[in-house]
């Protein structure tokens, strides 16, 4: 008998359960007798011992659902080895509940924080595999992740259909796309949707280098301006200060993200109305594209054969367009951010795109 | 020679475009001597005489664009009589130009305010036809507006995607959607999108009926919950105050709109997540739809018609299914509200869904 | 005990599960002791005794699937009175099984086949009511079936996408849309799309008349020619010809349908490269538009309003926007085609559109 | 003053417009003394010398759009050097419109056709940088071609809203994937939609592997089946015959391509209902994907890159996610086709995917 734990943690995103399906038909296509403890809600599930019995039939007719089908939810790394209110230590619970079930290895989908955990339970002993899920893109070790395109697809969608509004009525529009500390998604949807004004976490901005753009764009007869603008988008004054000073700093601000606070600059600093639109959610959500179902599939059927040899304690995620294992250890922990002379970044500004830092 | 003025005003929306090219079309069908007079930015291009002769030429190829070729902006019925910073009075100076030019006719195609000054120009003697474009569907005297089903698409598309977050991670989710007086577009992508309540500014909710249908859910082990919300959606105590001190009240309130108040309150009063997404802008561009494009094009030809036969002063709109005619007058100054009673509000009602009026 | 029975017959096509759910949210909201009685593959079910014991939570978060979750098959109606193989009378054998589990009454949605059966039913005693489903919007008696809305989104999109090929490489593109007997789809689509010519089965065309719009098109520049042809469509001879005839012509055919007997044609008189597109059975697949969700909730819930008062015999259609029952004996046999002196046929003749019988 | 020509040629793609928009944003943002000579139709345009003078402003806001503004044809390679009707040797007819309006480079956008003859002309001296246009990503120097993705994107959904009506109605479907020599679109749109069975040309099938599938499916209830089939798929006693034996088996066969040969077999040895669908030229169409116009924005900024050094005689591609230059000479006549062992098929074998070939 072959007892597989599964488990998807943190922020959802698309294709968690096209992986998940990869996983279960890739090692029912060899073995037919596969028990699977599908843990509900990520850890917490696993933590207290909160789980569903489930078949290779549960697995069928969801490689384009959204969402998870075991649920997730949010478990700080930090509080991991802090006893909750009933005393509980959550690292030794995990570990009770996987030997108590006889796993033979457990399966974690997530993304970064997600993974810290999942090598703390590799420390621990446990046999763990995990695929590389988030919309950031931002996972150490990989070339892409799943969600990452769809995302990127979404927000790309949201620009088209702003720019018929801004080019109908010469705005300037902020579109605030996803990513609090990686520039990943905001990068792409911005070149792919056209965007005059590309800022990212990685590059700070200056606001006198924006205006200066908006300026030159309506001297040329261009009077709106698109801007993509990633949650985390800093102004260089602010990227100078130390970080527990920025977080009280935004604690402070009256705008409840950097995108209203550019607005209220820009229309102040030029004689523009600027409009924000704020995708959120919907970044995160509904089918899978195409390209996310294969890379879900692939490290979904790549871990299904690591069970099947009992090589345990890696990511599958995907290097130069095959798949490869990663040791946990390498991953946890790092965080792949754009790096700001990358060629992505000089291509984009060589077709005239500014990243803010111009001047 | 038949000299044709057009131009787009208010808010913009998908299908302006279609529509456009619709009259074009239909007129140049069977007249060779036709010059279009584009008026730009709406009201604006009139009152200043800022045009661009254009020909059936300029109008193909852009059924499916959004926005609008001729770009608008929202001049405020109110101020049309009131001189500008020059001393312009814009009536006569629209006049001015309708004459100068000498204009067999104007299109005009817009929304509710747009319509006042439309009948005003009629009343001033000047040929009017105008078109129902607005994606909130509250002209008087028509069944639909193009526009319309476009925007309820992508309301319903949020909802779609936004649906598969909320059931991984037992949330409620507030979309807030178009339509600040009336409640069209948030009526039937709610019920397309499968919200559980639809709150809507015809129908003011009790803030606990709300939290009743969340606990409800809860309790039959559906623990998320997903509300639609107009942005006139309007409390109980809120629908009593008058005018002015409800929009004296609403310009003090710390939250950008009423999602953010009700996310607070159902916060506080339940044990829930709860997250908020606004499409906003979206909901106007891009390319339209195929209901809208066949409506554009219809009210388009049916409008060309009535040019070719010199008859002015009409709305065309689409009654039972058919093209008609509706007399400028009728039209100017009403809103099309939803029925609170209506078959449609009845169905949706049917089948449990909240209008969170039921307490 | 409330007990319902419920089948999908006939084509499958989007909005199937939405009305399904419709119906049951429906009367669960406000009996509780309700049975549902799922019969697998339309009448075949019925016939055969074969069903799943169903509950709302089935018929929960399928309001966006496409397909039908009871499945379907086509079942002539001439057939129904003829016993199969082992003797069975399968009139008799669906008034069996409906007396057997004691059913209070039966859904059934379905197309025009589907009706008439469905009306045979009603006449045998049965208490019957009808959704009317097909992407076809052929049923007499309901402005709008569900399904249709979907079709032409598919059809047009598919349009538009040749569009672009058309345009770059000059040539004359035929693309095929669902519709035997009636051109509804085509029609629709066609205006969406922007065609030039529409041929669908209510105008007999000669194609002297389509070579004079390639032709005359390519005199002005405008080298790239789109037509929408139904399945149905029949050329003015063909449509002389006695129904027994044409059968027989078409299955002597050598193509596959009248699209690349058109294509060829074509080639021959002008000197154009012509490409043809069938989108086939897409146009019957997918998650339903918004539209189709609307139309098929409201006929859904108006149905489990009728089963909640007991009235039977009638199918739920739209009327002038508001949900009606009309009697199955109305509807049953009778086909709604498209007129071709309807004011939508008119209004696409005014824009230059050619239905291929102008010479 | 910098002189640049522009070609697109061979069958059309999406993206075309996005990277010829990236070329001259990329050209531009640096230089303002540009002249852009835009030869129409292909290689046709610079045999006879039609061309239109373009300016940035031509090239903004194409980004979205489908199709090629220059539009093309299909200019064999082979009768390159074939003098045409009138005597014109086009080889020097295209040197001769290449030096009379002192071009400084020529772009010229295609696939593997348009790169022999690209690197024709450069051999015959001229300066040429080619860009990689194919859906078929068929191009041998590069990871990734401009159009690939959205082929993949439509041929999936195409897979995804069969997939409704085969679960409904227990049918076998063919969907025929555009790929005459390499099945790159139908590997990734066939593990993307979840096909059943994916046939390409690079493994030939055996008819009795693809009924066992289908039999085995019916065993374990899942009565429909699935099959991607790439246009050039090709049974292995086909596979056999030397191409022209082939060639002419193919010429008399009575189907209009393999789907339908397939499909016979398939119903003749199973109980099976078989239906087809060709999304064909649809695949080709539309607005680029984000992807696509991500990797196409790229090439073309990189295209602009060598033309301001004067760096000539490269294809741009894409090598590990970064632009890459590659000598055309290495690119002219070589075809990537699909490793029948890489770990993209085996992923796919592992989670039971059935390529025809198991028996």
């Keep these: 008998m072959l007892r597989i734990g599964m488990l998807t943690s943190g922020g959802d995103c698309?294709?968690?359960?096209?992986?998940?399906?990869?996983?279960?038909?890739?090692?029912?296509?060899?073995?037919?007798?596969?028990?699977?403890?599908?843990?509900?809600?990520?850890?917490?599930?696993?933590?207290?011992?909160n789980f569903d019995m489930l078949t290779a039939k549960n697995f069928s007719g969801i490689l384009t659902r959204g969402g998870t089908i075991l649920g997730t939810s949010r478990q700080p790394f930090k509080l991991m080895r802090v006893p909750d209110a009933n005393g509980l230590d959550k690292v030794s619970a995990m570990k009770h509940t996987f030997n108590k079930l006889s796993l033979d290895c457990?399966?974690?989908?997530?993304?970064?924080?997600?993974?810290?955990?999942?090598?703390?339970?590799?420390?621990?002993?446990?046999?763990?595999?995990?695929?590389?899920?988030?919309?950031?893109?931002?996972l150490w070790g990989t070339d892409m992740t799943f969600g990452f395109q769809s995302a990127v697809d979404i927000a790309t969608d949201t620009i088209d259909r702003i720019h018929t509004t801004a080019t109908s009525h010469s705005r300037v529009f902020i579109i605030e796309i996803m990513g609090h500390k990686v520039g990943h998604v905001t990068l792409n949807a911005g070149i792919a949707g056209g965007a005059d004004v590309i800022l990212i976490p990685e590059i700070?901005?200056?606001?006198?280098?924006?205006?200066?753009?908006?300026?030159?764009?309506?001297?040329?007869?261009?009077?709106?301006?698109?801007?993509?603008?990633?949650?985390?988008?800093?102004?260089?004054?602010?990227?100078?200060?130390?970080?527990?000073?920025?977080?009280?700093?935004?604690s402070k601000r009256k705008y409840p993200s950097v995108a209203y606070e550019l607005a209220e600059q820009i229309q102040?600093?030029?004689?523009?109305?600027?409009?924000?639109?704020?995708?959120?959610?919907?970044?995160?959500?509904?089918?899978?594209?195409?390209?996310?179902?294969?890379?879900?599939?692939?490290v979904g059927a790549a871990a299904a054969e690591l069970i099947l040899k009992q090589e345990y304690g890696y990511m599958i995620g995907i290097k130069n367009g095959e798949t490869a294992k990663i040791p946990l250890q390498n991953v946890a922990g790092k965080l792949k951010t754009v790096d700001p002379d990358c060629s992505l970044i000089q291509e984009a500004r060589r077709i005239g795109i500014s990243f803010g830092d111009e001047i």
């Design 14 to 49: 698309q294709a968690l359960n096209a992986a998940m399906r990869g996983v279960v038909k890739g090692v029912c296509s060899t073995r037919d007798d596969v028990e699977i403890y599908g843990f509900r809600d990520g850890y917490k599930g696993l933590i207290y011992g």
């Design 106 to 138: 457990l399966v974690i989908l997530g993304g970064n924080g997600t993974h810290k955990t999942a090598n703390l339970l590799r420390e621990e002993g446990l046999n763990i595999i995990t695929l590389p899920k988030t919309i950031d893109n931002d």
């Design 204 to 250: 700070p901005y200056n606001i006198d280098a924006i205006t200066a753009v908006i300026q030159k764009r309506t001297v040329v007869s261009k009077p709106f301006t698109i801007l993509a603008v990633a949650e985390g988008a800093v102004s260089r004054e602010d990227a100078k200060l130390k970080k527990k000073e920025y977080r009280e700093k935004v």
């Design 268 to 298: 102040q600093k030029t004689d523009k109305e600027v409009r924000i639109t704020v995708p959120g959610h919907t970044q995160r959500g509904g089918s899978p594209c195409a390209c996310d179902r294969v890379i879900a599939t692939r």
